[in-house]
């Protein structure tokens, strides 16, 4: 399973991105997808995950007023939307699918928002 992620950037504070990942030739509907981020000096940190259900959950350190996480199992595609971004949200985002014990994770895209 290979993930497509893209849609990092530098962004001021108080802007908008979109975090997009594509997992083209899978059977997208059986995972559970998600977005992890890293900071520097800081472990891998759940963002947001969306079952195959359509549930979504976000991490505890995240304010899911601000992101948002989407699927469209026809276009085999994730997307977190993320706004009124903070400095403290930069970081490298990294993009999963999740089946069972099963785990597969894109390249990683850097997210850094100025102040």
């Known amino acids: 399973v290979q993930l497509q992620a893209s849609g990092g950037g530098l962004v001021q504070a108080g802007g908008s991105l979109t975090l997009s990942c594509a997992a083209p030739g899978t059977i997208f509907g059986i995972f559970d997808m998600g977005w992890y981020r890293q900071q520097p000096g800081k472990e891998r940190e759940l963002v947001a995950e969306?079952?195959?259900?359509?549930?979504?959950?976000y991490g505890d350190s995240v304010v899911k007023d601000r992101f948002g996480i989407f699927r469209n199992d026809a276009k085999k595609m994730v997307t977190l939307q993320m706004n009124n971004l903070k400095p403290e949200d930069s970081g490298v985002y990294y993009c999963y699918a999740d089946f069972g014990d099963v785990n597969y994770w894109g390249k990683g895209t850097l997210v850094t928002v100025s102040s």
């Open positions: 969306i079952t195959n259900k359509h549930f979504t959950l």
